[in-house]
């Protein structure tokens, strides 16, 4: 089982620019997250969703969107890249909605 | 707004210490409470927790969750260097799971 795979690992943008940072997790999980975590903090919910065709906001949701047209794909799109995102972004999945959270290896995005 | 506090934020101990890191929370309709360590990468489970006062016990670490005064507690016992990393708290409510700012946890051979 691969779990939970995100893409790309590493990426510099521009300010401006945009990019969509890939999640896939073959656990047939229903539930899916995106966080991202700023330096020395904790994570912050950017948007979730409960199953296929489902998404909604989370804590930090302004400057970007997902989709989630099937269970296993949850992708997270940055329009118009701005410094503010610069972060580590982690997808999540769990099977149950209060349950244990799986997490991607982190994709580190940089924007200058 | 559902929010969750760690403390301390940071801490460094000597090998074969014994370790307590904090967790408080104010959330709307409490469902569970998780604990996490995080390493270099992504956050890796080590705890949930949904009833008081019932103590979750794997190896050397241990936690235990009171509802009444809404926080929890993460014990690490005879530490070792493989423990050091940032330890993340984070509590189910009404939104999604909410996480704390985490404790950075360095253990001194």
């Known amino acids: 089982n691969a779990g939970v795979t995100q893409t790309p690992k590493f990426r510099i943008l521009k300010i401006g620019q945009s990019m969509t940072l890939q999640c896939a997790q073959d656990m047939n999980h229903n539930y899916m997250y995106w966080y991202r975590q700023d330096p020395g903090m904790g994570l912050k919910l950017i948007y979730y969703?409960?199953?296929?065709?489902?998404?909604d906001k989370g804590e930090v949701p302004n400057g970007y969107n997902v989709s989630r047209s099937t269970t296993e794909d949850f992708p997270l799109r940055l329009e118009l890249a701005a410094p503010s995102q610069t972060s580590v972004y982690f997808c999540?999945?769990?099977?149950?909605?209060?349950?244990?959270?799986?997490f991607g290896e982190g994709s580190r995005l940089t924007v200058l | 707004e559902d929010k969750v506090v760690q403390s301390p934020l940071s801490l460094v101990v000597h090998e074969g210490d014994t370790v307590t890191l904090n967790c408080s929370y104010e959330v709307t309709n409490f469902r569970s409470l998780l604990w996490y360590k995080q390493e270099k990468k992504a956050p890796t489970f080590l705890f949930m927790l949904t009833s008081s006062g019932i103590e979750k016990k794997s190896g050397r670490l241990s936690s235990i969750l009171d509802k009444k005064e809404l926080f929890s507690i993460l014990n690490i016992t005879a530490t070792q260097t493989g423990d050091s990393a940032v330890y993340l708290c984070a509590v189910q409510g009404a939104q999604k799971l909410v996480f704390g700012q985490g404790t950075r946890l360095t253990i001194n051979p």
């Open positions: 999540a999945s769990s099977y149950e909605e209060t349950g244990e959270l799986f």
């Open positions: 969703s409960v199953g296929a065709g489902i998404t």
